[in-house]
């Protein structure tokens, strides 16, 4: 069966430092992948997505980045942090390969800027 | 692209009452019609979706239906149950690999 995992769980930074959160996936090849920001509980926010390694779409230009190195490997980045980057951040993957499918959303990183 | 508009933003039931929950889209090309339950501090699960080709789903007790001609598609729970208590979100297909989310809908089953 298919896993999504990120990490870490939780994170408080100051404001101007960098971000690092990663998003694995088992028991799965050649995944569609998501970054969303969820602010104050509600409602998501899709920032990039992937449909392979290399291949990234922004959908909210920001202070963020992201990578996929891997196949099952997605990467969020900031060189700064900015008060405003504070949320839970959700990584989500679906099948690969087809239109726009179910998406399994992994645990999240709550990130909390000070 | 494609909006999800959802209602009501906030839901209270007593316990063994139905919820239902509604959403509308724009995009009539949209073919993926999933719900999500969000527990306070955890990634949004899938509970139940439905495609294009059919007007109603089942699980248990809950069920989706969907009227492609009006473009809307709803929610509903019977005998709901205090555990059912989260945020409910409906998402629509926008584009290649994407889904569009709706706001969500909290929902407070009373005891």
């Known amino acids: 069966s298919q896993t999504i995992h990120q990490w870490p769980a939780t994170l408080v930074q100051p404001v101007g430092s960098p971000l690092s959160l990663e998003c694995t996936v088992e028991?799965?090849?050649?995944?569609?992948l998501y970054w969303y920001r969820q602010a104050a509980g509600r409602g998501l926010q899709l920032l990039f997505y992937s449909v392979g390694i290399g291949q990234i779409s922004s959908e909210v230009p920001q202070n963020l980045s992201a990578s996929r190195p891997q196949d099952r490997q997605f990467i969020l980045s900031s060189k700064k942090l900015l008060l405003s980057d504070s949320g839970f951040y959700l990584c989500?993957?679906?099948?690969?390969?087809?239109?726009?499918?179910?998406?399994?959303f992994g645990p999240g990183t709550r990130l909390t800027v000070l | 692209g494609e909006n999800v508009e959802q209602h009501p933003s906030t839901l209270s039931v007593q316990e063994g009452d139905s919820a239902v929950i509604k959403c509308t889209y724009s995009?009539?090309?949209?073919?993926?019609f999933p719900w999500y339950k969000q527990e306070l501090g955890k990634g949004p699960q899938l509970i139940i979706d439905?495609?294009?080709?059919?007007g109603e789903k089942k699980d248990q007790r809950i069920a989706v239906t969907l009227n492609k001609t009006a473009k809307h598609f709803s929610l509903h729970i019977t005998e709901t149950q205090p555990e059912d208590s989260a945020v409910y979100f409906c998402a629509a297909t926008s584009g290649y690999s994407t889904l569009t989310f709706g706001k969500g809908t909290m929902l407070l089953v009373s005891p």
């Open positions: 989500a993957w679906s099948v690969g390969g087809g239109s726009a499918d179910t998406q399994y």
């Open positions: 028991g799965t090849s050649n995944p569609n």
């Open positions: 439905i495609r294009s080709n059919v």
């Open positions: 995009d009539s090309a949209s073919n993926y």
